[in-house]
């Protein structure tokens, strides 16, 4: 099953809206197979955000995510990644949908609450570089069958 990555940025731990974010997910139907709450360093976010490195804004990015704990998660499910991008909304949360996470809770770019893997090969990627083998959970849950039909849940 697809896997993908979320992390709850400092602003979500200091305003209060991990739980949000969580709910959001476990509703939409997705399976939370890891979970843990940890202080990111220069290290893990110049690979994680590889490919901004050498934009402008990655400096005050990395300063950003350093400046508090974060909870990264690994959320599993049927094309997920796509699913989530939908359920966050867009990087400017000014032009975000509203109903999304970002278009109900969030002003700025560089304060948008949360990261969402953008593709199923970076949710790959992703999930590897936050989690051991043994930090993922594989378990049956029940709700699948009232989730997705038979061929979606291979
Ligand atoms: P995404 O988080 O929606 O995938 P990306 O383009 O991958 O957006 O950018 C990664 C993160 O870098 C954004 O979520 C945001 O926090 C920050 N960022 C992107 N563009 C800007 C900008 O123009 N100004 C400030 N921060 C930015
Ligand atoms: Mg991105």
Known sequence: MERTLIIAKPDAIQRGLVGEIIHRLERKGLKLIGLKMLSLDEPILREHYAEHVEKSFYEGLEKFMKSSPV????????????????????????????????????????????????????????????????????????????????????
């Open 71 to 154: 909870v990264v998660m690994a959320w599993e499910g049927f094309e997920c990644t796509n699913s989530v991008r939908i359920l966050v909304g867009a990087t400017n949360p000014r032009a975000a949908e509203a109903g999304t996470i970002r278009g109900d809770f969030a002003m700025g770019t560089g304060r948008n609450l949360i990261h969402a893997s953008d593709s199923k090969a970076s949710g790959q990627r992703e999930v590897s570089l936050f989690f051991t083998d043994d930090e993922l959970h594989s378990y049956d849950k029940s709700e699948y069958n009232d989730i997705y039909e038979p061929h979606e849940r291979d």
